[in-house]
């Protein structure tokens, strides 16, 4: 089954996904001082780098584990067009990176 959740401020966009045991959360937001605090706040080892030359985007993959989790959350994020997107997922790694190399803008 799939549930979804939405949330929205007014500069700041939250939505999130379930399927089976796969949680994906896609968050987005227009304050560039948000934008800073969020990304220096991830706390994880990169573990790669996507290009997109036709777009002029680099998104960034970390892999993050919080303490009370037992496996680990991966999360990509980057700017396009003056926005700050995240994506965040608990699944194994080389489905997310799967899914971030076939997203389009």
Known sequence: STRVRS???SDV???QYQHDDKVITLYMDQNIDNQNSIAIGL???QIK???FDDENITITLLAVR???DKEKNYVAYWKYEEVYYQVSGKMPENEFEKLIENMRF
Do not use: L
Request: aromatic fraction near 6%.
């Open 13 to 15: 966009y939250k939505r």
């Open 43 to 45: 706390d994880g080892k």
């Open 7 to 9: 949330s929205a401020a």
């Open 49 to 51: 780098k996507i290009v």
């Open 66 to 68: 919080d303490k009370a």
